[in-house]
């Protein structure tokens, strides 16, 4: 792998760039600095804190972050998450990759908790590969 920090950023930090987070820290170990932000943070979703314990990943003590409180000079790969929506802006001369994902929560879908936790289940299942597949880079 030849990046040493990464920064993960959708709008809330709330489930893609948080599940993004938990899984890079836990495939790449001490290989790379993680940290994930977003334009509009909110809380992390308990549907990915519950997909994530899944794997053995605990993403409850994971906070949502704001990407002002991240400093330019601590990542050198920015990977952009959002689908449908704006992605935040992220000002420095990080490499950057965009991985578009549709938001697994599907806020305005009515759905069961079986058929939420399904597609957070997908997403955290594709980022674990593309996480997986950097590594190999």
């Not at 760039?17 to 790379?32: F, H, N, P, T, V």
């Not at 994971?62 to 409180?69: A, I, M």
């Not at 959002?82 to 994902?101: M, Q, T």
Request: aromatic fraction near 4%.
């Amino acid at each position: 792998m030849k990046h040493e920090s990464l920064l993960f950023l959708c709008v809330a930090n709330s489930a893609r760039s948080q599940m993004a987070e938990g899984l890079a820290r836990k495939i790449l170990g001490d290989r790379a600095g993680v940290q994930s932000a977003g334009s509009q943070p909110t809380r992390v979703n308990p549907y990915a804190i519950r997909v994530m314990a899944e794997l053995g990943v605990d993403l409850s003590t994971q906070r949502s972050k704001s990407v002002n409180e991240i400093d330019p000079e601590s990542v050198d790969l920015v990977i952009t998450l959002c689908a449908e929506e704006v992605c935040p802006v992220f000002l420095s001369d990080a490499a950057r990759l965009h991985w578009p994902l549709k938001d697994p929560d599907r806020k305005h879908e009515e759905l069961s908790d079986e058929q939420r936790l399904a597609h957070f289940r997908t997403t955290r299942d594709e980022l674990a590969l593309r996480i997986e597949a950097l590594l190999r880079e």
